[in-house]
Protein backbone atom coordinates (compact mmCIF):
# COMPACT_ATOMS: atom_id res chain seq x y z
CA UNK A 1 0.00 0.00 0.00
CA UNK A 2 2.83 2.42 0.86
CA UNK A 3 4.57 1.42 -2.41
CA UNK A 4 1.65 2.42 -4.78
CA UNK A 5 1.04 5.84 -2.47
CA UNK A 6 4.62 6.71 -3.35
CA UNK A 7 3.83 5.76 -7.29
CA UNK A 8 0.96 8.14 -7.02
CA UNK A 9 2.76 11.09 -5.70
CA UNK A 10 5.40 10.35 -8.12
CA UNK A 11 3.11 10.62 -10.97
CA UNK A 12 1.58 13.88 -9.90
CA UNK A 13 4.63 15.56 -9.45
CA UNK A 14 6.17 14.29 -12.76
CA UNK A 15 2.68 15.45 -14.26
CA UNK A 16 3.10 19.37 -12.54
CA UNK A 17 6.65 19.03 -13.28
CA UNK A 18 5.40 18.40 -17.41
CA UNK A 19 2.93 21.23 -16.74
CA UNK A 20 4.53 24.23 -18.51
CA UNK A 21 5.24 27.21 -16.76
CA UNK A 22 6.70 29.55 -19.68
CA UNK A 23 5.13 32.88 -20.15
CA UNK A 24 6.14 35.49 -22.54
CA UNK A 25 5.09 39.37 -22.45
CA UNK A 26 3.63 39.99 -25.98
CA UNK A 27 1.66 38.52 -28.08
CA UNK A 28 -0.70 39.30 -31.63
CA UNK A 29 -2.36 42.05 -30.55
CA UNK A 30 -5.94 43.00 -31.67
CA UNK A 31 -3.83 45.96 -34.27
CA UNK A 32 -1.23 43.63 -35.46
CA UNK A 33 -4.28 41.26 -36.52
CA UNK A 34 -6.10 44.29 -38.28
CA UNK A 35 -2.92 44.72 -40.00
CA UNK A 36 -2.41 41.95 -41.50
CA UNK A 37 -5.79 41.45 -42.41
CA UNK A 38 -5.22 44.37 -44.28
CA UNK A 39 -2.26 42.61 -46.11
CA UNK A 40 -4.26 39.79 -46.51
CA UNK A 41 -6.92 42.27 -48.53
CA UNK A 42 -4.64 44.00 -50.41
CA UNK A 43 -3.68 40.53 -51.50
CA UNK A 44 -6.83 40.10 -53.66
CA UNK A 45 -5.86 42.84 -56.18
CA UNK A 46 -1.97 41.34 -56.37
CA UNK A 47 -0.94 40.35 -59.84
CA UNK A 48 0.93 37.06 -58.26
CA UNK A 49 -1.40 34.06 -57.72
CA UNK A 50 0.25 33.13 -54.48
CA UNK A 51 -1.06 36.28 -53.04
CA UNK A 52 -4.28 36.27 -54.29
CA UNK A 53 -4.38 32.51 -52.49
CA UNK A 54 -3.24 33.71 -49.45
CA UNK A 55 -5.77 36.56 -49.33
CA UNK A 56 -8.44 34.56 -50.11
CA UNK A 57 -7.91 32.33 -47.25
CA UNK A 58 -8.74 34.47 -44.64
CA UNK A 59 -11.44 36.99 -46.31
CA UNK A 60 -14.94 36.34 -45.30
CA UNK A 61 -17.90 35.90 -47.57
CA UNK A 62 -15.22 35.90 -50.67
CA UNK A 63 -17.79 34.92 -53.13
CA UNK A 64 -20.06 37.49 -52.37
CA UNK A 65 -17.44 40.39 -52.29
CA UNK A 66 -14.86 39.05 -55.08
CA UNK A 67 -16.74 37.00 -57.74
CA UNK A 68 -14.66 38.80 -60.44
CA UNK A 69 -11.38 37.21 -59.13
CA UNK A 70 -11.93 34.08 -61.26
CA UNK A 71 -11.07 34.92 -64.79
CA UNK A 72 -8.59 37.20 -63.37
CA UNK A 73 -7.11 34.40 -61.78
CA UNK A 74 -7.34 32.17 -64.63
CA UNK A 75 -5.63 35.06 -66.65
CA UNK A 76 -2.49 35.51 -64.26
CA UNK A 77 -2.08 31.05 -64.17
CA UNK A 78 -1.49 31.42 -67.53
CA UNK A 79 1.03 33.92 -67.50
CA UNK A 80 2.89 32.60 -64.08
CA UNK A 81 6.40 31.75 -64.60
CA UNK A 82 5.93 29.83 -61.24
CA UNK A 83 5.99 26.03 -61.38
CA UNK A 84 3.01 23.82 -63.23
CA UNK A 85 2.09 21.79 -60.33
CA UNK A 86 2.44 25.12 -57.23
CA UNK A 87 0.36 27.61 -59.66
CA UNK A 88 -1.99 24.54 -60.51
CA UNK A 89 -2.64 23.77 -56.76
CA UNK A 90 -3.58 27.95 -56.21
CA UNK A 91 -5.68 27.95 -59.25
CA UNK A 92 -7.74 24.98 -57.79
CA UNK A 93 -7.61 26.22 -54.39
CA UNK A 94 -9.09 29.77 -55.22
CA UNK A 95 -11.41 28.46 -57.58
CA UNK A 96 -12.74 26.45 -54.91
CA UNK A 97 -12.46 29.03 -51.90
CA UNK A 98 -15.07 31.23 -54.64
CA UNK A 99 -17.16 28.68 -55.93
CA UNK A 100 -16.27 29.77 -59.50
CA UNK A 101 -18.79 28.75 -62.02
CA UNK A 102 -16.65 27.74 -64.77
CA UNK A 103 -14.52 24.78 -64.65
CA UNK A 104 -11.34 24.32 -64.62
CA UNK A 105 -9.11 23.23 -67.93
CA UNK A 106 -9.20 19.59 -68.41
CA UNK A 107 -5.32 19.66 -69.40
CA UNK A 108 -4.71 21.26 -65.35
CA UNK A 109 -6.88 18.83 -63.88
CA UNK A 110 -4.42 15.74 -65.96
CA UNK A 111 -1.59 17.47 -64.79
CA UNK A 112 -2.45 17.30 -61.52
CA UNK A 113 -1.66 13.87 -60.65
CA UNK A 114 -0.53 11.14 -57.62
CA UNK A 115 0.58 8.13 -59.84
CA UNK A 116 4.17 9.33 -60.76
CA UNK A 117 7.40 9.27 -59.29
CA UNK A 118 8.30 12.29 -57.64
CA UNK A 119 11.55 13.99 -57.33
CA UNK A 120 11.30 16.42 -54.32
CA UNK A 121 8.60 16.41 -51.39
CA UNK A 122 7.71 19.90 -52.50
CA UNK A 123 6.02 18.70 -56.00
CA UNK A 124 4.60 15.77 -53.92
CA UNK A 125 2.74 18.10 -51.37
CA UNK A 126 0.95 20.44 -54.16
CA UNK A 127 -0.09 18.02 -56.42
CA UNK A 128 -1.60 15.61 -53.20
CA UNK A 129 -3.58 18.90 -51.71
CA UNK A 130 -5.11 19.77 -55.80
CA UNK A 131 -6.07 16.11 -55.58
CA UNK A 132 -7.40 16.91 -52.29
CA UNK A 133 -9.03 20.36 -53.54
CA UNK A 134 -10.85 18.43 -56.46
CA UNK A 135 -12.31 15.67 -55.01
CA UNK A 136 -10.69 13.29 -56.31
CA UNK A 137 -10.60 9.72 -54.04
CA UNK A 138 -6.90 8.77 -53.19
CA UNK A 139 -6.54 4.80 -52.74
CA UNK A 140 -4.53 3.08 -49.72
CA UNK A 141 -2.67 2.31 -52.41
CA UNK A 142 -1.90 5.30 -53.81
CA UNK A 143 -0.85 6.45 -50.27
CA UNK A 144 1.51 3.38 -49.72
CA UNK A 145 3.38 4.14 -52.66
CA UNK A 146 3.56 8.00 -51.34
CA UNK A 147 4.99 6.60 -48.39
CA UNK A 148 7.78 4.39 -50.10
CA UNK A 149 8.28 7.70 -52.86
CA UNK A 150 8.48 10.14 -49.77
CA UNK A 151 11.04 8.22 -47.81
CA UNK A 152 13.66 7.62 -50.76
CA UNK A 153 13.32 11.89 -51.04
CA UNK A 154 14.07 12.58 -47.25
CA UNK A 155 16.43 10.25 -47.72
CA UNK A 156 18.30 11.94 -50.66
CA UNK A 157 17.35 15.76 -49.75
CA UNK A 158 17.10 16.31 -46.32
CA UNK A 159 16.78 20.30 -46.67
CA UNK A 160 14.19 22.23 -44.00
CA UNK A 161 11.82 22.86 -46.98
CA UNK A 162 12.31 19.27 -48.40
CA UNK A 163 11.50 17.95 -44.73
CA UNK A 164 8.77 20.74 -44.49
CA UNK A 165 6.41 20.08 -47.22
CA UNK A 166 7.35 15.55 -46.47
CA UNK A 167 5.81 16.49 -42.81
CA UNK A 168 2.64 18.13 -44.09
CA UNK A 169 2.73 15.28 -46.89
CA UNK A 170 3.27 12.52 -43.93
CA UNK A 171 0.02 14.17 -41.35
CA UNK A 172 -2.45 13.13 -44.55
CA UNK A 173 -1.42 9.87 -44.58
CA UNK A 174 -1.91 9.49 -41.03
CA UNK A 175 -0.31 6.17 -39.40
CA UNK A 176 1.12 5.50 -42.84
CA UNK A 177 3.67 8.47 -42.21
CA UNK A 178 4.92 7.41 -38.98
CA UNK A 179 8.40 6.56 -40.62
CA UNK A 180 8.79 10.14 -42.21
CA UNK A 181 7.92 11.61 -38.09
CA UNK A 182 11.33 9.65 -37.19
CA UNK A 183 13.19 13.06 -39.42
CA UNK A 184 11.45 15.48 -36.79
CA UNK A 185 13.60 15.40 -33.77
CA UNK A 186 16.79 15.75 -36.09
CA UNK A 187 15.02 18.65 -38.27
CA UNK A 188 14.53 20.41 -34.55
CA UNK A 189 18.05 19.64 -33.74
CA UNK A 190 19.54 22.17 -36.38
CA UNK A 191 17.57 25.34 -35.57
CA UNK A 192 19.78 28.08 -35.11
CA UNK A 193 19.69 29.71 -31.89
CA UNK A 194 19.89 33.81 -32.19
CA UNK A 195 21.24 35.81 -29.14
CA UNK A 196 20.10 32.79 -27.10
CA UNK A 197 16.40 33.90 -27.01
CA UNK A 198 15.25 32.57 -30.38
CA UNK A 199 14.94 29.49 -32.79
CA UNK A 200 14.86 29.64 -36.07
CA UNK A 201 15.89 27.71 -39.47
CA UNK A 202 17.91 28.88 -42.34
CA UNK A 203 15.42 30.62 -44.74
CA UNK A 204 13.56 33.22 -41.98
CA UNK A 205 9.91 32.98 -41.39
CA UNK A 206 8.71 30.48 -44.41
CA UNK A 207 11.23 27.75 -43.73
CA UNK A 208 10.41 27.97 -40.02
CA UNK A 209 6.89 28.21 -40.14
CA UNK A 210 6.89 25.43 -43.03
CA UNK A 211 8.74 22.94 -40.44
CA UNK A 212 6.86 24.05 -37.28
CA UNK A 213 3.57 23.72 -39.19
CA UNK A 214 4.72 20.37 -40.56
CA UNK A 215 5.68 19.09 -37.44
CA UNK A 216 2.81 19.62 -34.94
CA UNK A 217 0.08 18.45 -37.88
CA UNK A 218 2.36 14.90 -38.47
CA UNK A 219 2.36 14.68 -34.35
CA UNK A 220 -1.01 15.45 -34.24
CA UNK A 221 -2.47 12.83 -36.61
CA UNK A 222 -0.29 10.16 -35.30
CA UNK A 223 -1.46 11.52 -31.88
CA UNK A 224 2.41 11.57 -30.68
CA UNK A 225 3.53 14.16 -27.90
CA UNK A 226 4.26 18.11 -29.42
CA UNK A 227 7.60 17.73 -31.16
CA UNK A 228 9.37 20.70 -29.19
CA UNK A 229 10.42 21.02 -25.50
CA UNK A 230 8.78 23.69 -23.50
CA UNK A 231 12.29 25.91 -24.16
CA UNK A 232 12.61 25.67 -27.84
CA UNK A 233 8.37 26.11 -28.22
CA UNK A 234 9.63 29.74 -26.03
CA UNK A 235 12.42 30.61 -28.28
CA UNK A 236 10.36 29.66 -31.44
CA UNK A 237 7.17 32.27 -30.41
CA UNK A 238 9.70 34.36 -29.91
CA UNK A 239 10.92 34.49 -32.99
CA UNK A 240 7.38 34.23 -34.86
CA UNK A 241 6.49 37.59 -32.74
CA UNK A 242 9.85 39.35 -33.62
CA UNK A 243 7.90 38.51 -37.13
CA UNK A 244 4.61 40.18 -36.66
CA UNK A 245 5.35 43.42 -39.13
CA UNK A 246 5.51 40.63 -42.15
CA UNK A 247 4.37 42.30 -45.10
CA UNK A 248 3.33 39.43 -47.67
CA UNK A 249 0.58 37.45 -47.38
CA UNK A 250 1.93 34.16 -47.68
CA UNK A 251 4.50 35.52 -44.17
CA UNK A 252 1.35 36.86 -42.61
CA UNK A 253 -0.70 33.29 -43.12
CA UNK A 254 2.11 30.98 -42.08
CA UNK A 255 2.87 33.60 -38.90
CA UNK A 256 -0.50 33.02 -37.77
CA UNK A 257 -0.85 29.34 -38.42
CA UNK A 258 2.13 28.43 -36.61
CA UNK A 259 1.14 30.77 -33.40
CA UNK A 260 -2.78 29.00 -33.76
CA UNK A 261 -1.17 25.49 -33.92
CA UNK A 262 1.54 26.02 -31.37
CA UNK A 263 -1.39 27.89 -28.56
CA UNK A 264 -2.92 24.86 -29.58
CA UNK A 265 -1.19 22.42 -26.95
CA UNK A 266 -1.56 23.61 -23.84
CA UNK A 267 1.20 21.88 -22.37
CA UNK A 268 4.03 23.87 -24.22
CA UNK A 269 2.51 26.82 -25.36
CA UNK A 270 3.67 29.62 -23.24
CA UNK A 271 0.71 32.34 -22.44
CA UNK A 272 1.10 36.34 -22.40
CA UNK A 273 1.58 38.04 -18.86
CA UNK A 274 2.20 41.95 -19.22
CA UNK A 275 1.36 44.63 -17.96
CA UNK A 276 -1.02 47.35 -19.38
CA UNK A 277 0.37 50.35 -20.70
CA UNK A 278 3.95 51.70 -20.66
CA UNK A 279 4.61 50.66 -17.12
CA UNK A 280 4.57 54.02 -15.38
CA UNK A 281 1.64 53.71 -12.66
CA UNK A 282 0.15 57.21 -11.15
CA UNK A 283 0.70 58.07 -7.88
CA UNK A 284 -3.03 59.37 -7.63
CA UNK A 285 -4.49 56.02 -8.40
CA UNK A 286 -1.31 53.55 -8.33
CA UNK A 287 -3.50 50.63 -10.23
CA UNK A 288 -0.97 47.90 -11.17
CA UNK A 289 -3.67 45.85 -14.70
CA UNK A 290 -2.11 42.50 -15.89
CA UNK A 291 -3.83 41.33 -19.65
CA UNK A 292 -3.21 37.51 -19.64
CA UNK A 293 -4.00 36.20 -23.04
CA UNK A 294 -2.49 33.54 -25.27
CA UNK A 295 -0.37 34.11 -28.13
CA UNK A 296 -3.44 35.45 -30.46
CA UNK A 297 -4.71 37.54 -27.88
CA UNK A 298 -7.60 35.43 -27.00
CA UNK A 299 -8.39 34.43 -23.02
CA UNK A 300 -6.07 31.35 -21.77
CA UNK A 301 -8.06 28.00 -21.64
CA UNK A 302 -8.73 26.96 -19.45
CA UNK A 303 -9.13 29.92 -17.40
CA UNK A 304 -6.83 31.02 -14.65
CA UNK A 305 -8.26 30.10 -11.25
CA UNK A 306 -6.42 32.69 -9.50
CA UNK A 307 -3.72 35.42 -9.96
CA UNK A 308 -1.63 37.04 -7.32
CA UNK A 309 1.36 39.49 -7.28
CA UNK A 310 4.84 40.24 -4.96
CA UNK A 311 5.94 43.68 -5.30
CA UNK A 312 9.20 44.49 -4.03
CA UNK A 313 11.02 47.65 -4.55
CA UNK A 314 14.25 47.69 -6.80
CA UNK A 315 16.47 49.67 -4.88
CA UNK A 316 15.95 48.87 -1.12
CA UNK A 317 14.61 44.76 -2.48
CA UNK A 318 11.69 45.58 0.50
CA UNK A 319 8.12 44.09 -0.06
CA UNK A 320 5.40 46.31 -0.99
CA UNK A 321 2.73 43.59 -1.21
CA UNK A 322 3.01 39.76 -1.02
CA UNK A 323 1.13 37.37 -3.08
CA UNK A 324 -1.51 40.11 -3.28
CA UNK A 325 -4.36 38.70 -5.28
CA UNK A 326 -5.50 40.53 -8.17
CA UNK A 327 -9.04 40.92 -9.25
CA UNK A 328 -11.21 40.15 -12.25
CA UNK A 329 -11.86 43.22 -14.59
CA UNK A 330 -15.42 42.42 -14.81
CA UNK A 331 -15.92 43.78 -18.63
CA UNK A 332 -12.93 42.16 -19.93
CA UNK A 333 -12.34 38.30 -18.22
CA UNK A 334 -8.59 38.86 -19.22
CA UNK A 335 -7.87 41.93 -17.48
CA UNK A 336 -6.72 41.73 -14.06
CA UNK A 337 -6.60 44.76 -11.37
CA UNK A 338 -3.85 45.30 -8.28
CA UNK A 339 -4.31 48.55 -6.35
CA UNK A 340 -1.75 49.45 -3.92
CA UNK A 341 -3.43 52.49 -2.48
CA UNK A 342 -3.64 50.66 0.99
CA UNK A 343 0.19 50.32 0.30
CA UNK A 344 1.16 54.10 -0.12
CA UNK A 345 3.86 53.63 -2.25
CA UNK A 346 6.46 56.00 -2.95
CA UNK A 347 8.18 57.12 -6.07
CA UNK A 348 10.98 54.87 -7.36
CA UNK A 349 11.13 51.24 -9.89
CA UNK A 350 9.46 48.22 -8.67
CA UNK A 351 9.54 44.63 -9.59
CA UNK A 352 6.21 42.97 -9.89
CA UNK A 353 6.57 39.37 -9.76
CA UNK A 354 2.87 37.42 -11.19
CA UNK A 355 1.37 34.37 -10.25
CA UNK A 356 -1.28 32.84 -12.73
CA UNK A 357 -1.69 29.16 -11.55
CA UNK A 358 1.46 27.35 -12.57
CA UNK A 359 2.81 30.15 -14.86
CA UNK A 360 5.22 33.03 -13.55
CA UNK A 361 6.31 36.34 -15.15
CA UNK A 362 8.20 39.02 -13.38
CA UNK A 363 7.85 42.34 -15.02
CA UNK A 364 9.38 46.23 -13.94
CA UNK A 365 7.31 49.30 -13.30
CA UNK A 366 7.77 52.77 -12.45
CA UNK A 367 5.66 54.65 -9.57
CA UNK A 368 5.41 58.07 -10.65
CA UNK A 369 6.09 60.42 -7.84
CA UNK A 370 4.32 64.07 -7.89
CA UNK A 371 6.35 67.14 -6.80
CA UNK A 372 5.79 69.83 -4.56
CA UNK A 373 7.24 73.32 -3.71
CA UNK A 374 7.64 74.00 -0.40
CA UNK A 375 9.09 77.31 -0.21
CA UNK A 376 11.21 79.66 -2.91
CA UNK A 377 13.05 82.56 -1.98
CA UNK A 378 14.19 85.09 -4.55
CA UNK A 379 16.27 88.67 -3.64
CA UNK A 380 18.94 90.73 -5.60
CA UNK A 381 21.68 91.85 -3.31
CA UNK A 382 25.26 93.24 -3.22
CA UNK A 383 27.92 90.48 -4.84
CA UNK A 384 30.41 91.09 -1.83
CA UNK A 385 27.59 90.87 0.89
CA UNK A 386 25.45 88.45 1.83
CA UNK A 387 23.68 89.97 4.45
CA UNK A 388 22.45 92.95 2.79
CA UNK A 389 20.25 90.33 0.30
CA UNK A 390 16.14 91.85 0.40
CA UNK A 391 14.53 87.86 0.08
CA UNK A 392 10.84 88.08 -0.93
CA UNK A 393 8.84 84.33 -0.73
CA UNK A 394 6.17 83.36 -3.38
CA UNK A 395 3.99 80.72 -3.10
CA UNK A 396 3.58 78.13 -6.07
CA UNK A 397 2.31 79.07 -8.82
CA UNK A 398 2.12 82.89 -7.98
CA UNK A 399 4.20 85.44 -10.06
CA UNK A 400 6.21 87.75 -7.75
CA UNK A 401 3.65 91.39 -7.82
CA UNK A 402 6.93 93.92 -8.42
CA UNK A 403 9.60 93.55 -10.80
CA UNK A 404 13.22 93.07 -9.47
CA UNK A 405 16.03 95.20 -10.31
CA UNK A 406 19.92 94.08 -10.65
CA UNK A 407 23.18 95.73 -11.82
CA UNK A 408 26.40 94.95 -12.81
CA UNK A 409 27.57 95.13 -9.40
CA UNK A 410 24.77 92.70 -7.64
CA UNK A 411 24.01 89.06 -7.79
CA UNK A 412 20.66 87.63 -8.06
CA UNK A 413 20.02 84.61 -5.75
CA UNK A 414 17.13 82.18 -5.93
CA UNK A 415 16.45 79.43 -3.87
CA UNK A 416 13.95 76.86 -3.57
CA UNK A 417 13.25 73.30 -1.75
CA UNK A 418 11.47 70.49 -3.81
CA UNK A 419 9.27 68.02 -1.07
CA UNK A 420 7.95 64.69 -2.16
CA UNK A 421 4.06 65.10 -1.52
CA UNK A 422 3.59 61.64 -0.64
CA UNK A 423 6.39 61.17 2.12
CA UNK A 424 6.88 65.36 2.65
CA UNK A 425 11.04 64.58 1.92
CA UNK A 426 12.89 66.81 0.36
CA UNK A 427 13.55 65.56 -3.41
CA UNK A 428 16.31 65.42 -5.97
CA UNK A 429 15.32 65.89 -9.76
CA UNK A 430 16.77 65.27 -12.65
CA UNK A 431 15.90 68.42 -14.38
CA UNK A 432 15.86 71.83 -12.35
CA UNK A 433 16.70 75.13 -14.43
CA UNK A 434 16.33 78.51 -14.61
CA UNK A 435 15.49 80.04 -17.80
CA UNK A 436 15.69 83.73 -18.26
CA UNK A 437 13.81 85.45 -21.40
CA UNK A 438 14.84 88.93 -22.95
CA UNK A 439 11.17 90.33 -22.89
CA UNK A 440 11.89 92.66 -26.01
CA UNK A 441 14.09 90.07 -28.14
CA UNK A 442 12.67 86.93 -27.35
CA UNK A 443 16.28 85.49 -26.55
CA UNK A 444 17.25 83.31 -23.85
CA UNK A 445 19.41 81.63 -21.58
CA UNK A 446 19.36 78.46 -19.43
CA UNK A 447 20.85 77.85 -16.26
CA UNK A 448 21.19 75.06 -13.82
CA UNK A 449 20.01 74.85 -10.33
CA UNK A 450 22.42 72.67 -8.19
CA UNK A 451 21.31 71.09 -5.05
CA UNK A 452 22.75 72.56 -1.41
CA UNK A 453 23.82 70.62 1.02
CA UNK A 454 20.29 71.15 2.85
CA UNK A 455 18.82 69.52 -0.52
CA UNK A 456 17.93 72.68 -1.80
CA UNK A 457 18.34 73.95 -5.09
CA UNK A 458 20.03 76.99 -5.55
CA UNK A 459 20.56 79.60 -8.73
CA UNK A 460 23.28 82.29 -7.71
CA UNK A 461 24.05 84.54 -10.86
CA UNK A 462 26.97 87.64 -10.54
CA UNK A 463 24.99 90.03 -13.21
CA UNK A 464 28.45 91.58 -13.89
CA UNK A 465 30.31 88.23 -14.57
CA UNK A 466 27.42 87.08 -16.28
CA UNK A 467 27.19 89.64 -18.77
CA UNK A 468 29.13 88.11 -21.82
CA UNK A 469 26.37 84.99 -21.78
CA UNK A 470 23.24 87.71 -21.93
CA UNK A 471 25.68 89.69 -24.80
CA UNK A 472 25.81 92.51 -22.71
CA UNK A 473 22.14 93.39 -23.62
CA UNK A 474 20.51 95.72 -20.57
CA UNK A 475 17.15 95.29 -20.08
CA UNK A 476 13.64 93.47 -18.83
CA UNK A 477 13.58 89.56 -18.40
CA UNK A 478 11.42 86.49 -17.16
CA UNK A 479 12.40 84.40 -15.26
CA UNK A 480 11.11 80.54 -14.55
CA UNK A 481 11.61 77.85 -12.52
CA UNK A 482 11.63 74.22 -15.01
CA UNK A 483 11.40 70.92 -12.83
CA UNK A 484 11.20 67.64 -14.73
CA UNK A 485 11.99 64.21 -14.03
CA UNK A 486 11.12 61.12 -15.85
CA UNK A 487 9.41 59.23 -12.58
CA UNK A 488 7.03 62.72 -12.07
CA UNK A 489 3.91 63.17 -13.03
CA UNK A 490 3.47 66.46 -12.86
CA UNK A 491 7.13 68.03 -13.84
CA UNK A 492 6.10 71.91 -14.31
CA UNK A 493 7.14 75.50 -15.62
CA UNK A 494 6.70 77.94 -13.38
CA UNK A 495 7.09 81.75 -14.40
CA UNK A 496 8.75 83.07 -10.83
CA UNK A 497 8.91 86.81 -11.34
CA UNK A 498 10.11 89.60 -13.67
CA UNK A 499 14.08 90.97 -13.29
CA UNK A 500 15.47 94.13 -15.16
CA UNK A 501 18.79 93.78 -15.31
CA UNK A 502 21.99 95.91 -15.96
CA UNK A 503 24.81 95.43 -17.54
CA UNK A 504 28.20 97.53 -17.94
CA UNK A 505 29.21 98.37 -21.72
CA UNK A 506 32.43 96.62 -20.96
CA UNK A 507 32.87 92.92 -19.89
CA UNK A 508 33.79 92.53 -16.38
CA UNK A 509 36.45 90.40 -15.69
CA UNK A 510 35.70 86.53 -15.58
CA UNK A 511 35.23 84.90 -12.52
CA UNK A 512 36.33 81.48 -11.61
CA UNK A 513 32.65 79.94 -12.83
CA UNK A 514 33.02 78.75 -16.57
CA UNK A 515 31.45 80.54 -19.24
CA UNK A 516 29.49 78.61 -21.83
CA UNK A 517 30.07 80.56 -25.09
CA UNK A 518 29.54 79.68 -28.55
CA UNK A 519 33.02 77.67 -29.71
CA UNK A 520 34.25 78.17 -33.67
CA UNK A 521 32.97 75.75 -36.10
CA UNK A 522 34.93 72.62 -36.26
CA UNK A 523 36.02 72.54 -40.13
CA UNK A 524 37.84 69.47 -41.58
CA UNK A 525 41.50 70.15 -43.63
CA UNK A 526 43.12 67.67 -45.27
CA UNK A 527 46.87 67.61 -44.43
CA UNK A 528 48.75 70.56 -46.37
CA UNK A 529 50.58 68.68 -49.21
CA UNK A 530 54.80 68.70 -48.63
CA UNK A 531 56.94 70.97 -50.74
CA UNK A 532 57.99 69.37 -54.08
CA UNK A 533 61.67 69.66 -54.83
CA UNK A 534 63.20 72.41 -57.27
CA UNK A 535 62.44 72.50 -60.80
CA UNK A 536 66.07 71.75 -61.16
CA UNK A 537 66.20 68.94 -59.30
CA UNK A 538 63.09 67.78 -61.36
CA UNK A 539 64.40 68.13 -64.68
CA UNK A 540 68.10 66.30 -64.03
CA UNK A 541 66.00 63.17 -62.91
CA UNK A 542 63.54 63.41 -65.85
CA UNK A 543 67.23 63.13 -67.78
CA UNK A 544 68.77 60.67 -66.31
CA UNK A 545 65.82 58.33 -67.00
CA UNK A 546 65.57 59.31 -70.12
CA UNK A 547 69.83 58.85 -70.98
CA UNK A 548 69.13 54.89 -71.36
CA UNK A 549 66.66 55.24 -74.15
CA UNK A 550 69.14 57.45 -75.60
CA UNK A 551 71.90 54.97 -75.38
CA UNK A 552 69.49 52.56 -76.70
CA UNK A 553 69.02 54.59 -80.46
CA UNK A 554 72.96 55.05 -80.15
CA UNK A 555 73.55 51.39 -79.77
CA UNK A 556 71.10 50.13 -82.44
CA UNK A 557 72.65 52.91 -85.14
CA UNK A 558 76.34 51.60 -84.46
CA UNK A 559 74.87 47.79 -84.46
CA UNK A 560 73.27 48.40 -87.48
CA UNK A 561 69.61 46.72 -86.48
CA UNK A 562 68.51 44.75 -89.46
CA UNK A 563 64.63 45.80 -89.67
CA UNK A 564 63.69 44.30 -93.25
CA UNK A 565 63.12 40.89 -91.46
CA UNK A 566 59.80 42.88 -90.01
CA UNK A 567 56.45 41.39 -90.98
CA UNK A 568 54.28 43.71 -91.95
CA UNK A 569 51.27 42.18 -90.56
CA UNK A 570 48.09 43.06 -88.59
CA UNK A 571 49.29 41.17 -85.29
CA UNK A 572 52.74 43.02 -85.62
CA UNK A 573 52.06 45.78 -86.03
CA UNK A 574 49.32 45.56 -83.57
CA UNK A 575 51.59 44.50 -81.01
CA UNK A 576 54.28 47.06 -81.36
CA UNK A 577 51.51 49.47 -81.65
CA UNK A 578 50.08 48.34 -78.63
CA UNK A 579 53.29 48.23 -76.83
CA UNK A 580 54.10 51.75 -78.14
CA UNK A 581 50.96 53.20 -76.83
CA UNK A 582 51.38 51.72 -73.07
CA UNK A 583 55.24 53.35 -73.22
CA UNK A 584 53.31 56.12 -74.30
CA UNK A 585 50.19 56.04 -71.22
CA UNK A 586 53.36 55.34 -68.29
CA UNK A 587 54.60 58.93 -69.68
CA UNK A 588 51.37 60.33 -69.75
CA UNK A 589 50.91 58.73 -66.36
CA UNK A 590 54.29 60.79 -64.94
CA UNK A 591 52.93 63.96 -66.68
CA UNK A 592 49.08 64.32 -65.32
CA UNK A 593 47.22 61.22 -64.88
CA UNK A 594 46.88 59.06 -61.51
CA UNK A 595 46.93 55.36 -60.23
CA UNK A 596 43.28 55.06 -60.94
CA UNK A 597 42.81 56.82 -64.43
CA UNK A 598 45.98 55.17 -65.45
CA UNK A 599 44.96 51.62 -64.61
CA UNK A 600 41.46 52.44 -66.45
CA UNK A 601 43.46 53.34 -69.53
CA UNK A 602 46.02 49.98 -68.86
CA UNK A 603 44.08 47.49 -68.98
CA UNK A 604 41.76 47.58 -72.65
CA UNK A 605 46.08 48.54 -74.16
CA UNK A 606 47.41 45.76 -72.50
CA UNK A 607 44.52 42.88 -73.54
CA UNK A 608 44.91 44.29 -76.90
CA UNK A 609 48.88 44.27 -76.64
CA UNK A 610 48.52 40.79 -75.80
CA UNK A 611 46.30 38.82 -78.18
CA UNK A 612 48.27 40.08 -81.05
CA UNK A 613 51.87 39.26 -78.98
CA UNK A 614 50.30 36.06 -78.74
CA UNK A 615 49.10 35.57 -82.53
CA UNK A 616 52.97 37.28 -83.63
CA UNK A 617 54.83 34.87 -81.55
CA UNK A 618 52.58 32.02 -83.09
CA UNK A 619 53.21 33.01 -86.33
CA UNK A 620 57.27 33.81 -85.96
CA UNK A 621 57.40 29.79 -84.32
CA UNK A 622 55.13 28.60 -87.35
CA UNK A 623 57.67 30.16 -89.67
CA UNK A 624 60.70 28.70 -87.93
CA UNK A 625 59.51 25.46 -88.23
CA UNK A 626 58.69 25.47 -91.55
Known amino acids: MLNLGLFVVFCLSCFVLTESTKTIDSHLSSADLQRLNSVFTEALSSSDIQSIYYGALHIKDLQKKHADLCPIVTKIHKESKMNDFEKNFYLVNIYKKIACPTPIHESIQTAISLKKEFSNSQEM ?85 LVLNGAFKLTTALKKPAPLTEEQTYKFVTYLLSRREVQIAKGAHVLIEALTLISADKKISPICVQI ?34 TVTAKQSSTALVTKQAL ?62 FKKQTIDYPNKLSEE ?19 TGSPMTVHQAFIRLENKKSGEEIIFVAEQDTSKAYKFDMDVGARGVDFGHISGLYSMELIVGDASLSNSFKWYVADIQLKFSSQPKAVSNTPIRTLRPEIIHQFREPEKRPARLVSD ?36 HLGFGAILLLFCVFFWKLNMFETIRYLLPLALVTFFFGNRLLRSIAARKSS
Open 404 to 422: LNADAQQKVLLRVTLIDET
Open 276 to 309: VGNGQIQPDSPLIIVKIVDLLGNPVSPAVSSVSA
Open 327 to 388: TSKSSDKTVFELSLSAAKPVRGAYTVQIFADQYQQTVEIKILGKVKVKALEIGVGEVDSTSS
Open 540 to 575: LFTGLCIVPLVVLFILWSKLKVNVSDFPFTLSALGF
Open 125 to 209: YFNYQSTKALGFQITDDTKADLVKNLQAIVRKDDSFASLGYAFHVAAELGTRGEPIAEWIEGAFAQADEVNGKMLQFEGGLSVTA
